[in-house]
């Protein structure tokens, strides 16, 4: 069964996710490459290794946003569910943000967590149905 058009919303979310994962990928190149980790990054409380794997472990979330934003813009009906897995953790973390914390970070989770919550209807919508070919 061909696919029907996709909706604007996941051609956004798809692009959104691709930028996103090439800025952890450079992120954590960044990270790894760096000479003077320690010196340029003192507060994380990590060693020399801990910080060389904290820019690993980013590049493999990184390459694995990428691969799921491409996969989300092809169609696959898979991507749903790691969008809704990341999504109910964004949710979470968003709430939790917002009654424990205070000032910025309350305002960063109420963004996070009503930009998920909208996120996660539009996946859901009728026309991201017809594009998985849920219908």
Do not use: C
């Not at 952890?24 to 801990?50: A, C, M, Q, Y």
Request: hydrophobic residues 50%; without cysteine.
């Amino acid at each position: 069964m061909a696919h029907a058009k996709r909706p604007a919303v996941i051609t956004a979310m798809g692009v959104l996710g691709m930028i996103g994962g090439i800025f952890s990928v450079l992120s954590g190149l960044f990270i790894v490459l760096e000479k003077n980790r320690l010196g340029d990054l003192p507060n994380t409380g990590l060693t020399n290794e801990g910080l060389v794997w904290l820019g690993a472990i980013t590049i493999a979330l990184g390459s694995f946003g990428i691969y799921l934003a491409s996969s989300l813009l092809s169609g696959a009906k898979w991507t749903r569910v790691w969008y809704t897995v990341v999504g109910a953790v964004n949710i979470v973390t968003g709430f939790w943000l917002l009654i424990s914390h205070g000032s910025e970070a309350r305002w960063s989770g109420l963004t996070t967590l009503v930009l998920w919550v909208f996120v996660l209807q539009m996946l859901y919508s009728d026309k991201a149905d017809r594009f998985f070919g849920e219908e």
